[in-house]
């Protein structure tokens, strides 16, 4: 299987998260908010361009209310493709990481 | 949210380079960021955030866009580094021919600039023009920039349209400060209106009151140097020609470059007025310069203008006219474009010279495409659309020019020294004008368009299926237009060969006319008030010495004499004919120092008084009078004073070779010398030279001993064709070059290509002569080729270029054949080294793989 890089599967993962509320902005922020660094655009919106073409999600268009400016803005939704996706992430995360030795103790 | 300037454009743009849903995410989400930095950071800092955001967001797009992400743009970047590092000679020719290229264009366009800049930095260089006369003479129509004294005064105050008016002359005199004694020739007489009109950086004192009293002296920097050291001059008292005591008023900044008006000091122009010229209308030696107003119309004004100078001088045709202050470098007062004509001349090489280095590149590229062709087809084959292929190979051009930009910039640094040396200016790229570097820029992306579309184009259109059948006729695609391009390369090169050839003969015929008098040997000193009146014992001094032959006085230099003189009476002429002669003042000894040759009558002689009414003419003005027999008929310049003419003088050339011969009139008028001829012949000059100047110190005692050689003055007179025949010969060279090194690229090409063939055709017995023969032929047919188009080229422009002179010296065509013969023996020779190669190599290596 194709492995997706890191910065792909937090992405995947926050709009997960975020639901039916995944638009550019609040993606961005809680990418932040996982990762406790300042994120710069280009490095969210390049791949999240690209889990768009590979299929992993899905736009929509919306209006926004018109006291917000009026101007539509783009959802992003987790695909079909891009849940089993995240599945298998997570079972290939667990395997890895089920019989590592305690990492506190010391040498 | 708050609305956002520029999220719309933003959004646009971004959804060019992605799609359409990336695009408004991203520019919200710009936006959005924008405003919560206004709230935290304040308005400036967070612009210059935002703008930072852009480009970073930009850039990887973009990349992402067109190359399909940076690890593309990676593979492309090695690939191509790889294939220069592979093919050194290959990459050494199309860098150096390109960095070559772009430097001597970079140079051209640099002291094109500066030619076109001429005296723009004034203040309000499109509104001030110079004052000259037409006027009519005969058939003739004459032109000339010397106005009345009071023209400049009256014009302000009678003609609504001038809103500042000035006049100036430049004259020659003796500065002395206390020990320091110098002559200098770049006074400028003018008042307090020159200052207004014109710009001036004062450094000390006021534009306003420099020269507001008759005793005032401005000077520049340099003069400030010169004279006072480090000490403050103001208020300090300069001793001019030993009569006059001036009070310096002001410093000024030095003298631009590109500057018509050429100065070192101002003095009041009541210097060297008389009271009485205040309303002199009839003699003319003045510079009238005006600044119109804003909306004034330049027609009326020169109509007004000349009404004003007909209703003074009824009897004459003249009329007044302006000529923009920025037109004065490079377009004589009859609208030629004579400076102008140089601008043109360089450009056209400049631009020559890129599109041979361009031409090489494309040549080299597109010939050696097949090394490349089976890379193009695999990106094919696995999905590489057309558009990125294309691309890719723009972008390795676009690599090999701004390797060539930083050799480019390199060699500028190190050949600019040398470039002004030939120039005489000061040309470098200025990092700091901005000017400057966005040419810098337009130059380089210029040529990687020029040199990478084709290649580009060509490599991309590569099919994989003939590429891997290896149906492709190995790298004879596209060799008609590789043929077509080398003609046009050569062309180029030909033609300025000719072209060059042209101007250096011009430059000699210049050089060995027979001028009608002998310039050599010939040293020239400054007259001033006491060799005045201590002339005839120096000179006998003088003589005593055996290798000064002979010494004379007269009122300017033989080859450079501008002074026209008006109001001639004649028997028989007619009286409505303006006629205007060449006039200078000499004396007895004149003629006989210059060598010059008496054909009818006799020279001026102390034995008869009545010589200083008598006249000698010179052949040309006989011809103009219409005499058979002009000895003893009357002729003046003066009513009052009745003269004959008593001798007529071989024709002489008076000015620069630009000029036709004039009809000329000789005089014995003391009250006119200015210079003091001697005729040395000698083997010690240095001797000779020591013994005159003490000779000098001895009679002119508290006058530097200042002098010059009559035939050095040719370097200055015919200074922008001297200049422009030693630019023309380096570009030339650099020209031919560059060709060649394409020139040798392809045929190395071509003998790689023909290696197997010279193996079969040595192995059936072909000669190595007969090889040679093969693999040349073909270079030759192109250059004979280049050399039927550069003729008529080259012809067009030379005959142009010779109508600046009167006399012009005859294009043979033997310069067209020495050229052809030229291109066509470097061609060969360039060819030959792979030629020679590939006929001596042993067949058993070029076929042992078959």
């Known amino acids: 299987m194709r492995f997706l890089s890191r910065i792909e599967e937090i992405l995947l993962l926050s709009i997960w998260k975020l639901k039916d509320n995944a638009y550019g902005i609040s993606i961005r922020e809680q990418v932040e908010q996982d990762t406790g660094v300042r994120w710069l655009s280009g490095a969210i919106y390049a791949p999240l361009n690209r889990l768009r073409k590979n299929g992993y999600v899905s736009t929509r268009q919306a209006e926004q209310p018109a006291e917000l400016g009026g101007r539509p803005r783009i959802y992003y939704i987790l695909t079909k493709l891009g849940k089993q996706k995240l599945i298998s992430i997570q079972r290939v995360n667990r395997d890895v990481w089920q019989d590592v030795p305690d990492l506190k103790k010391e040498f | 949210m708050k609305k956002h300037p520029t999220l719309n454009r933003m959004r646009w743009i971004l959804s060019r380079l992605t799609n359409d849903a990336m695009g408004t995410s991203i520019a919200e989400d710009l936006a959005y960021r924008f405003v919560q930095d206004s709230k935290e950071h304040g308005p400036v800092l967070s612009r210059i955030r935002h703008g930072f955001r852009c480009v970073v967001i930009i850039l990887p797009l973009y990349i992402e866009h067109v190359f399909g992400g940076v690890s593309m743009l990676k593979n492309y970047l090695k690939i191509a580094l790889r294939h220069i590092k592979r093919y050194k000679g290959y990459s050494i020719i199309n860098i150096t021919g390109l960095a070559i290229g772009m430097t001597c264009t970079i140079l051209i366009f640099l002291w094109v600039q500066s030619e076109l800049s001429f005296d723009r930095y004034h203040e309000n260089a499109d509104r001030i023009y110079r004052v000259y006369k037409k006027y009519q003479m005969g058939e003739e129509t004459g032109y000339n920039p010397s106005t009345p004294l009071p023209l400049a005064s009256a014009a302000k105050q ?8 000035t006049k100036y002359t430049r004259s020659t005199v003796l ?12 006074v400028c007489c003018a008042d307090t209106s020159f200052f207004n009109l014109f710009t001036f950086q004062f450094i000390k004192g006021h534009a306003e009151t420099a020269l507001s009293t008759p005793n005032a002296i401005v000077m520049t920097r340099d003069m400030e140097t010169k004279y006072f050291g480090g000490q403050d001059p103001m208020g300090k008292v300069l001793t001019v020609d030993n009569r006059g005591e001036f009070i310096v008023t002001g410093v000024v900044e030095n003298a631009p470059v590109h500057s018509e008006l050429r100065y070192d000091f101002f003095i009041p122009i009541s210097f060297i007025t008389d009271v009485n010229a205040a309303d002199d209308w009839g003699t003319h030696w003045l510079y009238t310069y005006v600044m119109l107003e804003q909306n004034a119309n330049l027609f009326d004004v020169e109509q007004e203008m000349s009404a004003m100078i007909q209703e003074r001088l009824p ?3 003249i009329s007044l006219h302006l000529q923009p202050l920025t037109d004065i470098h490079l377009y004589s007062l009859d609208g030629k474009p004579v400076g ?17 280095a361009c031409i090489n590149f494309m040549n080299l590229t597109t010939a050696y495409s097949l090394r490349r062709a089976r890379e193009v087809g695999l990106r094919k084959t696995v999905g590489a659309e057309k558009k990125q292929i294309a691309l890719q190979f723009f972008g390795e051009s676009l690599l090999f020019t701004c390797i060539a930009m930083g050799i480019a910039f390199v060699l500028l640094q190190l050949v600019s020294p040398a470039f002004n040396d030939v120039t005489g200016r000061s040309l470098a790229l200025d990092v700091t004008n901005l000017k400057h570097i966005l040419g810098f820029f337009l130059i380089v992306i210029v040529t990687g368009l020029l040199s990478g579309a084709y290649p580009a184009l060509f490599l991309s259109s590569f099919r994989p299926a003939d590429v891997f059948k290896g149906s492709m006729s190995r790298g004879m695609k596209g060799s008609t237009l590789r043929k077509i391009l080398v003609i046009i390369q050569f062309s180029l090169s030909i033609a300025l060969m000719i072209s060059t050839s042209v101007i250096y003969s011009q430059l000699d015929y210049i050089k060995n006319t027979d001028k009608g008098y002998t310039e050599e040997n010939v040293l020239y000193l400054y007259m001033n008030r006491q060799l005045r009146e201590n002339y005839q014992p120096m000179k006998n001094e003088l003589l005593k010495n055996p290798g000064i032959k002979n010494v004379s006085r ?7 004499i501008w002074s026209i003189i008006r109001g001639i009476v004649w028997e028989g002429k007619e009286t409505d004919e303006g006629a205007a002669f060449g006039f200078a003042a000499i004396d007895e000894d004149y003629i006989e120092t210059m060598q010059m040759e008496i054909v009818q009558g006799r020279n001026f002689s102390k034995a008869f008084p009545a010589d200083s009414a008598n006249y000698i003419l010179n052949q040309k003005a006989i011809a103009v009078m219409g005499y058979e027999d002009p000895i003893g008929r009357r002729f003046t310049l003066d009513q009052d004073a009745p003269g004959t003419i008593i001798g007529v003088v071989k024709d002489f050339h008076s000015l620069p070779l630009n000029y036709a011969l004039e009809p000329f009139v000789l005089t014995l008028a003391p009250n006119w010398y200015r210079r003091v001829l001697i005729r040395v012949q000698t083997d010690d000059m240095a001797g000779t030279l020591r013994y005159i100047e003490n000779v000098w110190s001895r009679f002119v005692p508290g006058f530097p001993f200042e002098y010059g050689f009559l035939d050095e003055r040719f370097d200055s007179m015919y200074d922008a064709e001297l200049r422009a025949g030693k630019i023309f010969g380096y570009f030339v060279v650099i020209a031919i070059f560059i060709s060649c090194m394409g020139l040798f690229g392809l045929s190395s090409f071509t003998a790689e290509q023909k ?6 055709r040595k192995i059936l017995g072909a000669s190595t002569v007969k090889i040679l023969y093969l693999l040349s032929k073909e270079f030759m047919k192109w250059v004979l080729l280049a050399n039927v188009i550069a003729w008529p080229m080259a012809y067009v422009v030379m005959t142009k270029w010779l109508q600046n002179f009167a006399y012009r010296a005859h294009v043979g065509i033997w310069v067209f054949a020495v050229s052809a013969l030229a291109a066509i023996l470097i061609a060969l020779f360039t060819v030959s080294y792979q030629s020679i190669r590939a006929a001596t190599s042993n067949p058993v290596d070029s076929l042992r793989y078959e």
């Open chain 2, 554 to 560: 007269t009122s300017e230099l033989p080859n450079s």
């Open chain 2, 175 to 186: 500065v002395k400060y206390g020990d320091k004694i110098f002559t200098e020739n770049r």
């Open chain 2, 315 to 317: 009897e004459e045709k």
């Open chain 2, 158 to 165: 009678k003609i609504a349209g001038i809103q500042v008016s």
């Open chain 2, 340 to 356: 102008m004509r140089y601008v043109y001349f360089f450009s056209i090489i400049a631009i020559f010279i890129l599109a041979i």
């Open chain 2, 755 to 760: 290696t197997k063939e010279i193996g079969v």
